[in-house]
């Protein structure tokens, strides 16, 4: 029979009490019997049930994320950061793939609620009221991954997307580049569509250049197909253009195969850099230039600041993680 709380409090002639208290960390024991109780548990192999543990100090020793899509590169790397966080803390966590899908956001919040997490990690997707009251009716912390409200004030971790798309034209321009095309995710979209779409077009107008809507392409999305639909409608439109700067690497690794079918040479007859920096990126051919974001440094800043929160109750300070470009071979310099 494996032994239980009870045996380890009779061999170490204590209380069940005392136990609790000394495996959850709370005061009224001596260093003493601190030694004593936590010898008899090694050597009788005893470990806490994690279901009597919640019952006594009230939590489940488990987190809820809540992510869009769970198959793309951005958030395999975001959620290693924050597993290998949770992992080193003895916790565990739960993750829900969302599909950005109201209703099934909904359930999953429905569902993290019943499991009484201790806390939500919330990734790449706008915050919603309802999301929103949701989660406040659990009375739990909640950090907000890649994206930002406005509305409802939480602290998040994220990049500065309006000036890292500002930086990866104005790479482009500095590459000698004038006649710029994007491909945007969802153009209405204030967390990542807007705030992209306007740093891009600042970028332009500080280097003296008058931005053309003609020139922006909104796919809706930021995978793949959508990089193929983007490139696409660029392509129709007969924009004269020798660069891209795509929302997304895949949305520019989906450009990039268009351009390929229709044998156009990249970076020689148009260069094209991506946003994120996934592995993705490495992998293509050729290597794409990319704005990188911190992606595995994000999700385990939001588990720390997550674990913060629960344990102190106080709020977390929000961060801005800085973004950088990555040069590979798909950007060609135009000469003057």
Known sequence: MDPTIKH????????????????????????????????????LGYQPNAIARGLINGKTETIGVLMPRLLDMFASRVLEGIDEYV????????????????????????????????????????????????????????????????EF????????DYHAAFSATQYLIQKGHKKIAMIAGEQTDPVAGIPRIEGFKSALKSAGL?????????????????????????????????????????????????????????????SIIGYDNTPLAEMSFPPLTTVAQPLYDMGNKSAEMLFNMMETGERSESRIMQHKVIERETVKEILC
């Open 153 to 160: 004030q939480l602290p998040y971790v994220k990049v500065d």
């Open 87 to 150: 992992h080193e803390r003895g916790s565990s966590v739960i993750v829900c793939n969302t599909d950005n899908n109201r209703d099934r956001t909904m359930k999953y919040l429905q569902f993290l609620g019943e499991k009484r997490v201790d806390g939500i990690i919330f990734v790449s997707q706008l915050l919603e009221e309802d999301y929103y009251r949701m989660m406040a009716d659990m009375k739990i912390p909640i950090i907000l991954v890649s994206t930002i409200s406005y």
């Open 210 to 270: 008058t931005p053309d809507d003609r020139f922006i392409v909104s796919t809706g999305g930021y995978s793949h197909s959508d990089g193929k639909r983007g490139m696409e409608q660029i392509l129709a439109r007969g924009l004269d253009v020798t660069s891209v700067f795509a929302c997304s690497d895949e949305l520019a690794v989906g450009a990039m195969s268009v351009a390929y079918k229709k044998g156009i040479s990249i970076p020689d007859d148009l």
């Open 8 to 43: 380890v409090a009779k061999k170490a002639n204590v209380s069940t009490a005392t136990v609790s208290r000394i495996l959850n960390n709370k005061p009224g024991f001596s260093l003493k019997t601190k030694k004593r109780v936590l010898e008899v548990i090694e050597e």
